[in-house]
């Protein structure tokens, strides 16, 4: 039990402060990108996913899912690909919509993932659907959402499409360092007779969270009108 407790409490460690700063655009990160040239594009969107806390729930929910690093692999690889996609494309296409109403969507992603661990399609009789589909589509939406915070900062007029690569960079180095001791953390608890346990509490977490930053987005789209 107390081994189980540790677990729990390392993988909640990990995700607080990601819960706690999430990844909104800051006047300091508009500094650094005037200040700092293309680097500076890498080092705030490396910082942007490892303060986005929803986007990293559902990455933790399909490792969850997951029993082997080649599958862990293959379903991150396409979720990188979906958000690379809308990410890099919508970017440069100046293509955005309402940040709420993007964040409410993920937060979506978020329940669905916990509510498919637990096995909540079955329980209603329904057949799940295609889970790399489904990862790659959540990819498109998740990449959105990143396009519509970059396009929140003053990019200027110079050499914008390797700004957008620069952050997307900086995205995907942000990915797998979060990725690393997420995947860690799973793989070790899986060892243990506790997992089946820390496995639902973990992914009711997830539906809880879902819900709950669904219906903040929610709340902040009919507000901020």
């Not at 729990?8 to 700092?36: K, M, T, W, Y």
């Not at 890498?42 to 986007?55: C, E, F, I, K």
């Not at 499409?161 to 979060?178: D, H, M, P, S």
């Amino acid at each position: 039990m107390w081994l189980n407790f540790r677990v729990v409490l390392s993988f909640a460690l990990i995700l607080a402060p990601f819960i706690g700063f999430a990844h909104d655009v800051s006047s300091a990160d508009q500094e650094i990108l005037r200040n700092g040239g293309l680097l500076a594009y890498v080092q705030v969107g490396a910082t942007h996913m490892l303060t986005g806390y929803d986007h990293l729930l559902f990455l933790a929910g399909v490792v969850f899912y997951l029993n082997s690093f080649k599958d862990i692999l293959k379903f991150i690889t396409v979720f990188t690909i979906g958000h690379c996609v809308t990410l890099i494309g919508a970017t440069y296409a100046g293509i955005t919509a309402n940040e709420h109403l993007v964040d409410a969507v993920i937060a979506l992603s978020v329940l669905y993932k916990g509510f498919e661990n637990l096995g909540g399609f079955e329980k209603l009789n329904l057949k799940s659907p295609n889970l790399l589909f489904m990862v790659g589509l959540f990819g498109l939406i998740h990449g959105f959402g990143l396009s519509t915070r970059l396009q929140s900062f003053d990019m200027g007029e110079d050499q914008i499409l390797a700004k957008i690569l620069c952050f997307n960079l900086g995205v995907e180095v942000g990915q797998v360092l979060a990725l690393i001791p997420i995947v860690a953390i799973i793989t070790l608890s899986r060892k243990h007779k506790q997992f089946s346990a820390f496995y639902k509490a973990v992914n009711w977490y997830l539906v809880l969270v879902g819900i709950g930053l669904f219906a903040y987005q929610l709340y902040g789209y009919f507000h901020g009108h």
